[in-house]
């Protein structure tokens, strides 16, 4: 197994792109420039993030505001998780009364990153929804288009690689997921997970509003928005206490490949696990 620092190591080099802040239904609400380099240093022993965000003027004309982050990094928190191929998702431990609690995931395909931050305050309530398209800037690879109903739609076959805290060996398995419409607005999801006795389906319908897929069965009703750049991202419409939840986003980065990062928790608020599903359309 390669080593999570190797697999944080996937993601050196210079991203240009921006922070987008979107409203609760994934309206674009302000989009900030940004510049993010991670460089090695040491024999790779050590990483310096830099991270420049470019404001308007406050006077409204001129050059605009530069603010600038910069950490180094020798090793990792407990808090975070990469993949091999260097996507990772950094968030809550522990999920606790009067907490502010969330989610940062991070995709990476052909020179782009795609990165979604979900933040949750001290009521449960959704609070920040931050969306991040990055690219290299020597590399000519467009953003892909705005995620659609229609280009979910379908059969998708994957395998699931689900990581866990303390750092055991993980689990790979297979998935299916089925998406089909009916009635217009009616969105049908089946999954399942695993092979022979140990498989398991979940079946849920949404109703469409717009970008905005609301799922109101189950303890927790979530909702599923449609992002710019293909991007999608599953949340809970308030994070409750003594009740398991999890945190989703997700990644179509070919008409027929999709990337999914989903971060569970226990009824007892215990971060517990982080899978990374790559999945592919077959009809």
Known sequence: MVSQWENFLQNLGEWQG????????????????????LESLNDRKTVRLKLRRFYPNPSGVGEPEVRELVREYQNLGRDILFFENGAFCQGTIQIAPFSECG???????????????QLYDTKGNLSTLTLI?????????????????????????????????????????????????????RLVQKISFGTNAEAKTIASTGIIEGSVINFKEGTTPMQVLLLPDGGSCTLPVQVELRKSVFFE???LVEPDLRLRMIRSYNEKG??????????RKVN
Request: glycine letters at 6%; proline letters at 9%; hydrophobic letters at 35%.
């Open 249 to 251: 986003a997700g990644w």
């Open 270 to 279: 215990e971060w517990v696990s982080l899978t990374l599903v790559t999945e």
């Open 133 to 185: 398209r990055e690219h290299q800037p020597d590399k000519n690879v467009p953003e892909r288009p705005p995620l659609t109903i229609d280009a979910l739609l379908g059969e998708w076959h994957g395998e699931a690689v689900t990581m866990y805290p303390d750092w055991r060996d993980p689990d790979c398995y297979p998935t299916k997921l089925q998406l089909d419409l009916e009635s217009g607005d």
């Open 103 to 117: 989610a940062e995931f991070g995709f990476i395909y052909n020179y782009r990153r795609l990165r979604l931050v």
């Open 18 to 37: 921006s922070f987008t802040e979107l409203s609760p239904r994934g309206e674009v609400v302000l989009d900030t420039p940004s510049i993010i380099t």
